[in-house]
């Protein structure tokens, strides 16, 4: 189960459960909650797909780029912190969430359920990193399933948290977000150093 729990924490972060709640309030804000139910639904349902084809061709796709699994792990991890430092310091990329030129086409679009909210936001870099490097680096069948558990429930908590976006947003504020994502970031600095820690050691590089 510490698998499944690594992969939670992991994929929380990375997919952005708490963030994508302010974003999609603000792009459907002129939207009916009927439309709201229909973009949360099909932009989950999307990301779901993209996050389940890097999970199982995962290894497939490092075989052909000639990428091992300790480079990308080092490498997946390096990516990790950085976006962790983002979070902690509440600074903006592309990690997680969407540049200014996306929220601003995506703003012009009458349906975003596919971009932005499945990709960038739910399945952005960061994510689709971290799902590789989940898959690839787990050591039994049982371990990849609970991996892929932990997408379907990190999904469906999106999902959740996409319907009730105006709500969180009114009840957290900026203020209750920035702790949110603060933690989180913290969270996964740590399990992102441990990563970095993994591949090198696995690399043979100090012996």
Do not use: C, Y
Not at 116 to 138: E, K, Q
Not at 153 to 173: C, D, K, S, Y
Request: glycine fraction near 8%.
């Amino acid at each position: 189960m510490n698998s499944f729990f690594v992969a939670f924490a992991t994929l929380f972060a990375t997919v952005g459960v708490a963030d994508i709640a302010f974003i999609f309030a603000a792009l459907t804000k002129d939207n009916t909650p009927a439309q709201r139910r229909l973009f949360a639904t099909r932009g989950v349902l999307v990301a779901l797909a993209i996050l389940l084809f890097f999970a199982v061709l995962g290894n497939a796709i490092l075989d052909v780029f000639g990428i091992t699994i300790p480079a990308l792990r080092t490498a997946g991890g390096i990516l990790l912190l950085l976006i962790a430092i983002d979070m902690v310091f509440a600074r903006h990329s592309g990690g997680t969430g969407t540049t200014d030129e996306e929220e601003i086409e995506a703003r012009q679009s009458h349906d975003i359920s596919v971009f932005p909210l499945a990709m960038p936001l739910m399945a952005g870099p960061g994510a689709i990193s971290a799902v590789i490097l989940l898959t690839t680096g787990a050591k039994s069948d049982l371990e990849f399933w609970l991996v892929l558990a932990a997408i379907v429930v990190i999904l469906a908590l999106a999902w959740l948290t996409l319907l009730i976006a105006i709500p969180i947003q009114r009840l957290l504020g900026l203020t209750g977000l920035s702790v949110v994502s603060r933690v989180v970031g913290i969270l996964l600095a740590a399990l992102a150093v441990q990563f970095v820690f993994d591949g090198i050691k696995a690399s043979g590089l100090l012996g």
